[in-house]
């Protein structure tokens, strides 16, 4: 079965987490989800416009399990 998410890779997830809480900061929102440091999910494709971001993508959704 596989895992959804950041699996196995903890540079990874902790790049992840920093780009959210920078983006926040310095843009007031950001394209990488976070609650109680926790990732949940990210847009995909962003485009600088400005001072500010644009989310090309919705936030990706998980998709269904097979049955």
Same mark, same amino acid.
């Given at each position: 079965?596989?895992?959804?998410?950041?699996?196995?890779?903890?540079?990874?997830?902790?790049?992840?987490? *920093?780009?959210?809480?920078?983006?926040?900061?310095?843009?007031?929102?950001?394209?990488?989800?976070?609650?109680?440091?926790?990732?949940?999910?990210?847009?995909?494709?962003?485009?600088?416009?400005?001072?500010?971001?644009?989310?090309?993508?919705?936030?990706?959704? *998980?998709?269904?399990?097979?049955?």
């Amino acid at each position: 079965m596989a895992e959804l998410g950041l699996v196995g890779a903890r540079r990874q997830s902790l790049r992840f987490f *920093a780009n959210g809480v920078v983006f926040k900061r310095r843009f007031g929102e950001s394209p990488v989800t976070l609650q109680d440091n926790v990732i949940l999910g990210m847009c995909g494709q962003i485009r600088m416009d400005g001072n500010c971001f644009i989310c090309l993508e919705p936030e990706s959704a *998980a998709p269904e399990p097979n049955h």
